[in-house]
């Protein structure tokens, strides 16, 4: 399959830079798969699993929030928070979905907590599924 | 020797070494934690400078294009996140960013949300209201924290909470200077440059290019906010080395003084009591 330039840039700095042959991401309307020659195109992340195919070596992350943008044949992804499926600490991330659960079935917490550990129980999701594709 | 004995210059001079030991030893530690925070710096930036220019073409390429967060009003109620330092010692890092944002302060109603230890005390004494201290220790706060920050803070901005936000942080200019600062975050403002929007114009946006922008905005402010707080940790760093840095030479300038006296001191004794010798025999 044709490469093309990919670069994956988090606030931790960057995580990828090189020739990919397909990447596959969860934008805010579902999954998406761009390939080279995609059109120039914009669209903001959801939280999910992304897929990086280079030399042929297919690598599972989870990726989540930010934005994902191709201009010129340049695929640029530049997302919140993005962890290759070897590197995530699965016990973390079951801790995180734990204190995440207790917070939604306690009838006191107020709507702030409540966004914030559904968010927390998201993103704990996406972790533990991507964990298990290593 | 006029009064002053040996014995008490020695302990000065011990005390003295002993203060020159810890601000020596202060220095090191800020200068290893200043490498780390120039690191994180470096590494973040590529990352705001993709966002900006992507949210820069958004509003470039639809030039009537509408959302509240552009939105300018008058304002009458202003939010300050200040981002100050944990600790003192830091030569005037703390005050000179703390005075910088009170002075703004006074213009108009303000509520802040203080970010590390010393912005929090400085406020509560000044008993202006603050959002949440819960972010007193600016050295635990991460990224995440800063996207839970920064979605609050939009929610609030779109409920008509605040009719602008700042933020005060210290600009890491070089390892010895950095200068303090107010940046507005929210309205965002617009470029006035117009570059090569041509082929801009056939961007395709999932869904449309306002709700990618609405949805974006937040993380953009997420992102805004940890570079802000990198910045500000390398500058309380630096900070920190200076002033420890000249006084560790202030130390040295002391005991190098302190021990002319202690052996004029002793000479003087040496000498009486030779006097004294060859006065008696």
């Not at chain 2, 302990?11 to 530690?29: C, L, P, Y």
């Amino acid at each position: 399959m044709t490469p093309f330039p990919l670069k994956i840039v988090t606030p931790d700095g960057l995580i990828f830079d090189g020739q990919a042959e397909k990447l596959i991401v969860r934008t805010t309307n579902g999954d998406v798969a761009i390939l080279a020659r995609h059109i120039n195109y914009v669209a903001a992340l959801g939280m999910g699993r992304a897929v990086v195919v280079a030399d042929g070596k297919r690598r599972t992350a989870a990726c989540i929030g930010g934005m994902l943008s191709v201009v010129d044949g340049e695929v640029t992804l530049v997302p919140t928070t993005f962890e290759w499926a070897d590197k995530i600490d699965a016990n973390r991330a079951e801790l995180s979905l734990q204190r995440a659960n207790k917070v939604l079935q306690d009838k006191n917490s107020t709507n702030t907590d409540i966004r914030l550990a559904e968010a927390r129980l998201h993103r704990a999701l996406v972790r533990k599924n991507v964990a298990s594709y290593k | 020797m006029a009064g002053v004995s040996t014995k008490e210059i020695k302990n000065r001079i011990r005390s003295m070494e002993s203060t020159k030991q810890i601000t020596k030893a202060m220095e090191m530690v800020a200068a290893s934690k200043l490498r780390r925070a120039q690191a994180q710096i470096s590494n973040s930036r590529p990352y705001f400078q993709i966002f900006y220019s992507a949210i820069q073409e958004i509003l470039q390429a639809n030039r009537d294009f509408q959302s509240p967060y552009l939105l300018e009003l008058p304002v009458k109620k202003r939010l300050y996140i200040v981002i100050a330092g944990d600790r003192g010692l830091a030569g005037g890092y703390n005050s000179n960013i703390l005075k910088l944002v009170y002075a703004e302060m006074e213009q108009t109603e303000a509520v802040v949300l203080p970010i590390g230890k010393k912005a929090v005390d400085f406020f509560r004494a000044r008993k202006i209201p603050a959002l949440t201290e819960q972010y007193a220790e600016a050295a635990d706060v991460d990224i995440g924290d800063c996207f839970s920050i920064s979605k609050q803070l939009s929610s609030a901005y779109l409920a008509r909470e605040f009719d602008e936000i700042r933020v005060a942080y210290t600009t890491f200019v070089s390892v010895l200077s950095q200068n303090p600062a107010t940046m507005r975050l929210l309205p965002l403002s617009r470029d006035e440059q117009t570059g090569e929007p041509v082929s801009r114009s056939r961007m395709i946006y999932e869904q449309d290019s306002e709700s990618v922008f609405a949805s974006i905005v937040p993380e953009y402010l997420g992102g805004i906010l940890y570079g802000a707080l990198c910045e500000s940790r390398a500058s309380e760093q630096a900070a920190r080395r200076a002033a420890m840095d000249s006084a560790t030479q202030n130390a040295d300038d002391m005991i190098a003084d302190l021990s002319l006296k202690f052996n004029r001191a002793r000479q003087a004794a040496i000498t009486q009591e030779i006097t004294e010798i060859v006065a008696g025999s």
